[in-house]
């Protein structure tokens, strides 16, 4: 049987377009997408690179942050998942399999918009598991806009408040749990190096959080702290058909080098990576994960 480890070509490794129409009301439902997404549920294997470590995971329910967590676990981290109370069957779904793969979950619902919510999220964590390691922020909003005539101050603000303010709010609250050997990793984008132009606040988000890994690497490097950030290209996520008109669902992927998306288990490697002691030396680094599209 061959599985993400055998030696195999990429091209076609994953499905690729054209793919059958689809759009769903955000933040979308995985179960809804057609082909359903790898998340590694029956295909990530750990080899324990994370053994006994404590992780909070953002965007936890779905996407690459569902890949996430379920790598994460058979890495053997307890994992806190975080995402939007109307994802909490699909959370309860990642929470199921954190907890089939030996470790502790935590659900935690709520708009990361609101910074006590972050401040709750981290000192739920901390009281759940005894500390915090790891802290993966995942989750993300990507509202489309294809004119500057139609920009909307409102727009920019949920897209900052959503995509950025967490990187502040997060790290704050988790700082004094942060022992030397944590990790930081950030979910940047494609788009945040070569933006599309109707997703102008979007990609100044994600540009925003490249430069932001950067920036508290070198602030947390005198504590052993390292910062790192994953940027990925399309992936197929709920996102897409959440946020992004049928005509681009159907050639999704097309674009990259690979002409294919990358899937969610595919964005879950260079996340365990980056987490784990085997990334010592890197730190304010984030890395692309596109297909083989050159982003710097
Ligand atoms: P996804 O929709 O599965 O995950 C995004 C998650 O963000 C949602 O599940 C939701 O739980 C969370 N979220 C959104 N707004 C929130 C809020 N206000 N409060 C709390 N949680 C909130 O899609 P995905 O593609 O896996 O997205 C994960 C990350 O990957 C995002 O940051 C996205 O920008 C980034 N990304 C995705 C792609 C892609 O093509 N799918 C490409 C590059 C980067
Ligand atoms: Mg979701």
Known sequence: MSTMYTPQDPIHQYPGPPFPPQQQSAPGDVHEMDPEPDHGEKSYVGFGRLAGRKALVTGADSGIGRAVAIAYAREGADVALSYLPEEQSQAEEVAALVEAAGQKSLLFPGDLQDEATNQ?????TVDAFGGLDILAIIAG????????????????????????????????????????????????????????PSLAEYAVSKAGIANWTRAMAQQLAERGIRVNGVAPGPVWTPLQPAFVPNEK?????????????????????????????????????????????PVH
């Open 120 to 124: 709750a999220l981290v000192q739920a």
């Open 141 to 196: 909003t990507m509202p489309t806009v294809d004119s500057i005539d139609d920009f909307e101050t409102a727009t920019l603000d949920h897209v900052l408040k959503a995509n950025i303010y967490p990187l502040f709010w997060l790290t704050k609250a988790a700082s004094p749990h942060l022992k030397p050997g944590a990790s930081i990793v950030t979910c940047s984008s494609i788009q945040g190096f070569n933006p599309s």
């Open 249 to 293: 669902i159907e050639s999704f992927g097309s674009e990259a080098a690979y002409g294919r998306p990358g899937q969610p288990v595919e964005l879950a490697p260079p996340f365990v990576m980056l987490a784990s002691q085997e990334a010592s030396y890197i730190s304010g680094e984030t890395i692309a994960v596109t297909g083989g599209t």
